[in-house]
């Protein structure tokens, strides 16, 4: 129904910003709440961000709030993650996934998820 893949990750100096991105397939991609979830070495995998599939409602992690900025672009089916200040903390594999009508931090309530992209940082 939906197929996602990111880009974007890659090697960075903390204190540098990066942008991912998140390509869908499919037509009906207005009707999915998108959000990013991450997986730092060793650790389960936490919510990032979500964007409501109306695009009216944004919410993030504590951790990342004020520092990362979820988006949406309808008419190119993309999502994208603007992280700026990256820590080493924000080390991980980066995953986009998409839920019709939901409203989730939990990734248990996701059914799509792209295959992920690794954003590492160096102190």
């Known amino acids: 129904q939906v197929q996602l893949v990111e880009s974007g990750g890659g090697l960075l100096q903390a204190g540098v910003s990066l942008r991912l991105f998140c390509a869908a397939s499919?037509?009906?991609?207005?009707?999915?709440?998108m959000a990013w979830f991450r997986q730092p070495p060793g650790k389960v995998r936490e919510f990032v961000a979500v964007i409501h599939f109306t695009g009216g409602m944004t919410s993030y992690a504590d951790s990342v709030k004020g520092l990362f900025t979820i988006s949406r672009d309808n008419a190119k089916n993309t999502v994208t993650l603007q992280m700026n200040s990256l820590n080493p903390e924000d080390t991980a594999v980066y995953y986009c996934?998409?839920?019709?009508?939901?409203?989730?931090?939990?990734?248990?309530?996701?059914?799509?998820w792209g295959q992920g992209t690794q954003v590492t940082v160096s102190s």
């Open positions: 996934a998409a839920d019709q009508y939901g409203w989730s931090t939990s990734s248990h309530d996701y059914d799509y």
């Open positions: 499919g037509r009906t991609f207005s009707s999915y709440t």
